[in-house]
């Protein structure tokens, strides 16, 4: 629950602008808006990046100031676009997720990232060193790897900060398909720019310039004829 949260970078204008949201167990919740609009922002806030701001954040109704920093990151398991990879093998950066697990456990993940069969025709398969950041993987297959590496850790709030914003729509399709499954234990925060990633999810959060500007289904947000709608005829007008 974030209750009138407000932010700004090094008090210059504000980033977020008084958020009141609240998020239920075992939702699916998908998090749009504008370039700008402080969708990574509020997640930053949550896995306290940043420590000072107004207002307060709970976790099952626990103050996060109260929580460390380590419990945090325990509870949440962020994909970010930008993925970072260790120069190690492919089982050591999806086992890093959970280092406690086994490599059953770590194929078990791949193949729910639907990575295991590209992972399989590689010479050295779950063995080859990824380079640098991961510079001998495309930026797909680095998705994947972080994708495998969260499922791993199975944690209580899952984040996707445009996690699927490099894979195919075949390959985000077989992902989600996994995601649903763990939907019932885990709590998925997807923040999306690509609106038909998030077109399923229980509830739509739209922000714009710091605000919640809608809160609906898809469908709801639709029929309102608003930001969320204009922003899907533009992105359907793309497509063709």
């Given at each position: 629950e974030f209750k009138n949260?407000?932010?700004?970078?090094?008090?210059?204008?504000?980033?977020?602008?008084?958020?009141n949201l609240k998020i239920n167990e075992g939702e699916r919740i998908g998090l749009v808006g504008p370039t700008g609009s402080g969708k990574?922002?509020?997640?930053?806030?949550?896995?306290?990046?940043?420590?000072?701001?107004?207002g307060d954040i709970f976790?099952?109704?626990?103050?996060?100031?109260?929580?460390s920093k380590k419990k945090i990151r325990n509870i949440l398991g962020i994909i970010p676009q930008d993925i970072v990879l260790f120069n190690?093998?492919?089982?050591?950066?999806?086992?890093?997720g959970n280092l406690k697990k086994s490599e059953n456990h770590i194929i078990d993940a791949a193949k729910k990232a639907n990575i295991h069969?590209?992972?399989?025709?590689?010479?050295?398969?779950?063995?080859?060193?990824v380079g640098e950041r991961g510079l001998k993987l495309s930026g797909g297959e680095k998705q994947r790897v972080a994708i495998a590496r969260a499922l791993l850790k199975n944690p209580k709030i899952f984040v996707f900060d445009e996690a699927t914003s490099?894979?195919?729509?075949?390959?985000?399709?077989?992902?989600?398909?996994?995601?649903k499954k763990l939907s019932s234990k885990n709590t998925t925060v997807i923040i999306a720019h690509r609106?038909?990633?998030?077109?399923?999810?229980?509830?739509?959060?739209?922000?714009?310039?710091?605000?919640?500007?809608e809160i609906g289904s898809h469908q709801e947000l639709i029929n309102k004829?608003?930001?969320?709608?204009?922003?899907?005829?533009?992105?359907?007008?793309?497509?063709?």
């Amino acid at each position: 629950e974030f209750k009138n949260i407000s932010f700004s970078y090094e008090n210059k204008r504000k980033i977020i602008k008084n958020i009141n949201l609240k998020i239920n167990e075992g939702e699916r919740i998908g998090l749009v808006g504008p370039t700008g609009s402080g969708k990574t922002t509020i997640f930053r806030l949550l896995y306290k990046f940043y420590e000072v701001f107004d207002g307060d954040i709970f976790i099952d109704g626990k103050n996060i100031k109260e929580i460390s920093k380590k419990k945090i990151r325990n509870i949440l398991g962020i994909i970010p676009q930008d993925i970072v990879l260790f120069n190690n093998s492919i089982l050591y950066n999806i086992g890093y997720g959970n280092l406690k697990k086994s490599e059953n456990h770590i194929i078990d993940a791949a193949k729910k990232a639907n990575i295991h069969s590209f992972i399989n025709k590689l010479p050295l398969k779950y063995k080859t060193v990824v380079g640098e950041r991961g510079l001998k993987l495309s930026g797909g297959e680095k998705q994947r790897v972080a994708i495998a590496r969260a499922l791993l850790k199975n944690p209580k709030i899952f984040v996707f900060d445009e996690a699927t914003s490099a894979l195919d729509t075949k390959t985000e399709k077989s992902i989600e398909k996994s995601l649903k499954k763990l939907s019932s234990k885990n709590t998925t925060v997807i923040i999306a720019h690509r609106l038909s990633t998030i077109i399923d999810a229980d509830k739509i959060i739209v922000l714009d310039n710091g605000t919640i500007n809608e809160i609906g289904s898809h469908q709801e947000l639709i029929n309102k004829n608003g930001l969320y709608a204009e922003m899907w005829i533009r992105q359907q007008e793309n497509l063709n």
